[in-house]
């Protein structure tokens, strides 16, 4: 089992920036991957960015340049740092991990708020 703590959301305006941090305990030495997704009221959730293990990132391309995900291994912490924040940016962001042993586990947190106002 792998528990997600969230920190970080809010109301900024446009061109603002704020990071996001996840805390993951429990079973750290199984995570393959951390990351984040996104959900806008009324649509699906959508990633945002991941680091694996290896500490290869990947992003959605609506964020490369704005967003930069890293991972703090001794504190067993993903950020993610938000920079030129746009109005389209708004939704709840939910930190997601990937972990496997007999199989392959997700856990998600629960969710920060961020609103992006023009």
């Known amino acids: 089992q792998v528990q997600l703590v969230e920190s970080g959301g809010g109301l900024v305006q446009a061109g603002g920036s704020l990071r996001l941090s996840c805390a993951a305990s429990g079973s750290i030495f199984s995570i393959v991957s951390m990351g984040w997704y996104r959900q806008a009221p009324g649509k699906q959730r959508d990633l945002v960015a991941v680091?694996?293990?290896?500490?290869?990132?990947n992003y959605a391309d609506s964020v490369k340049g704005r967003f930069t995900i890293s991972r703090e291994y001794a504190k067993n912490t993903v950020y993610l740092q938000m920079n030129s924040l746009k109005p389209e940016d708004t939704a709840v962001y939910y930190c997601?991990?990937?972990?496997?042993?007999?199989?392959?586990?997700?856990?998600w947190g629960q969710g920060t708020q961020v609103t992006v106002s023009s």
């Open positions: 997601n991990v990937y972990s496997f042993t007999d199989r392959t586990h997700v856990y």
């Open positions: 680091i694996t293990r290896g500490g290869s990132s």
